[in-house]
Structure formats: C-alpha cells, structure tokens
C-alpha cells in the first residue's frame, strides 16, 4: 500500500505484482510528459514519454496514462522486480525546455 | 562519452568555502541544465544554457551561485561562500538540439559543514 515518509510517499509491492505510480501536474501548458527513474546515488533515468495529444503509451513492461481533463499521469509498471526499486519522479514540460519535477513516489519492491 | 559527466561526485567544502562543480555534457547537446536536489525531492531548475548563452538563470537561489559555458560543451556552477542550506545533490541535464527530452549526469553530492 501507500504511506507518506518523511518526505517521499511510499509504494511497497510484492515481486511479480504490478505498481501503479500517480502523478498530478499543475500547468494546463504542459505538451509533453516524462517518467524518470532514480536510483540511490545516481542521476535520473530516462524511462517513457508522452505527449498531450495521447492519452497513452507502452513501453517494455512500463505504460504511461494520460488525462488532461485532471491533469494526472499515471506510471504502471508491470510484474515488477526487486530492480525496479527506486525513486519515480514525473516531468511536466512547457514551452520546450521548462521542466518542472513532481515531489517523487518511492517504490519499494518486496521478495 | 556516453553519458553526460559530473565532477567531483562528492564536495564537502567548510562554510564560506568557495566550490565549483564541473557538468560534461552528451557530445552534440547544445542545451545544458543545472538542478538542484534537496533530500527527498524532485530536481528543482537552476539555469539553461543554449551553447555558450545562458537563457535563464531564473531558477538561481542568489548571487552567490554563477554558471558559465565559455566554449558551448562543459559547464561550470561556482557556489561562492557556501552556506549550510547549500548542501544537496546539483545535477546536470543535456538534451539534443532535436528532443526535449533531458539526460541527466550522477550528480554532485555537495555538504556545507
């Protein structure tokens, strides 16, 4: 389940289970969209995009949903595995270059 | 390289020490960006750079923080007389003249003691 941490919320889940990971972005200008993985010690890592004018995309084991109506992304990563553990953070991006960070999720993947 | 580069990966610099964090960034990204990161938060946006012109610094914290890009490739954040509440990871972002997408580096972890 979910559980706020100190500063990160928390999303724990079995191995082999699937995660969903949400995101609420704020700028009704927001064009494209990214999901970043972060890994303790490392830069964030490029997973999947998308773009204002889908609603969603796959990628492998990962898929992004779209609702401009609410303005909510949603991460879902399928059969997850103790190497997806790490901190999620969604993009919002306008005019090109103005990337603006969510304030993270962090999955923690149980055996 | 492969990947965009930062050095030190590690600072820990005395208050009012200067310190100065180096981003080499993706061959052929002509765009540059500098992040901060607090502990359990997201990157928040320092400067863009487009080559050698900085295009906003907006995202700087006061004027005790200077970025630079001489020649358009590596880039430079110089935090003069460092403060505690300086501390945390400074992250460099490049993207291709064609993407938007942005490739971050590890990231510097800088402490003010």
């Known amino acids: 389940g979910e559980s706020v941490g100190l500063h990160l919320p928390t999303l724990s889940v079995q191995e082999g289970d699937n995660s969903i990971i949400n995101c609420a972005y704020s700028n009704s200008a927001s064009d494209y969209f990214i999901w970043y993985k972060q890994e303790s010690g490392k830069g964030p890592q490029f997973i999947i995009d998308?773009?204002?004018?889908?609603d969603k995309r796959q990628g492998q084991r990962v898929t992004v949903l779209l609702n401009k109506t609410v303005k909510h992304l949603s991460l879902q990563i399928a059969a997850t595995q103790p190497g997806d553990s790490a901190v999620y953070f969604c993009a919002e991006i306008y005019y090109g270059q103005n990337f603006v960070f969510g304030p993270g999720t962090r999955l923690s993947v149980l055996p | 390289g492969a990947g965009v580069s930062q050095s030190p990966r590690y600072k820990v610099a005395k208050r009012g020490q200067d310190v100065a964090l180096r981003c080499d960034p993706i061959?052929?990204?002509?765009?540059l960006f500098w992040y901060q990161q607090a502990l359990g938060q997201g990157p928040e946006f320092l400067t863009y750079f487009q080559n050698e012109a900085q295009l906003d610094k907006s995202g700087l914290p006061s004027d005790r923080f200077f970025a630079e890009r001489p020649e358009g490739s590596v880039s430079t954040l110089k935090i003069q007389r460092t403060q505690q509440e300086d501390s945390a990871v400074y992250l460099c972002a490049s993207s291709h003249p064609t993407e938007e997408t942005q490739y971050f580096g590890p990231g510097t972890r800088l402490l003010v003691l």
């Open positions: 998308i773009r204002s004018n889908m």
């Open positions: 061959s052929g990204h002509v765009s």
